[in-house]
């Protein structure tokens, strides 16, 4: 099954459901079930005191990293340099949706749905880019 690496919080987010939207610098055309890795990387810490990350994260050190922490669909990948599509899609996101992603022209926007959190994270080595998780 494929998956992709987020740093936290950003994984759990989107897990949760809180996160719809995926940002990336690329796109891809995949589209299905996708696993939702949460890299080891700490460098989301600088956020996660601040709203609206607080909100959903109350402790920064209890999320789980180096784990697939659940999955989701992507439903499509849009380019955020299309100005007709940002706009449509930037007008029905929410402030804390807006806060969570970089939506700088030149990125993608990757558009996920059907959320699961795992009750128990599954520890695995992450990978650049979309990567092949024996599911």
């Known amino acids: 099954m494929r998956a992709i690496s987020l740093l936290q919080p950003w994984a ?3 897990v949760m459901g809180v996160k719809t939207v995926e940002t990336r ?11 939702i890795h949460a890299s080891q990387g700490k460098a989301g810490s600088i956020f996660a005191n601040d709203p ?5 994260i ?3 050190k209890k999320l789980p990293f180096g784990a697939i ?3 989701a669909i992507v439903e499509d990948v849009v380019p955020i340099s299309n100005m007709h599509l ?11 949706e807006k806060a969570f992603g970089d939506y700088s022209e030149g990125r993608y926007a990757w558009i ?3 959320f699961q959190q795992f009750d128990v994270p599954v520890p695995a080595r992450g990978m650049l880019s979309l990567w092949e998780y024996p599911y």
């Not at 610098?25 to 696993?35: A, E, S, V």
């Not at 609206?52 to 959903?56: A, E, S």
């Not at 940002?86 to 804390?96: K, P, Q, V």
């Open 12 to 14: 759990s987010l989107v």
């Open 69 to 71: 922490v659940g999955k």
């Open 52 to 56: 609206p990350f607080k909100k959903y």
């Open 25 to 35: 610098n690329w796109g891809t055309q995949y589209r299905g079930d996708i696993l």
């Open 58 to 60: 109350p402790d920064f």
């Open 112 to 114: 996920l749905k059907d």
């Open 86 to 96: 940002s706009d449509e899609l930037l007008n029905r996101l929410t402030m804390e």
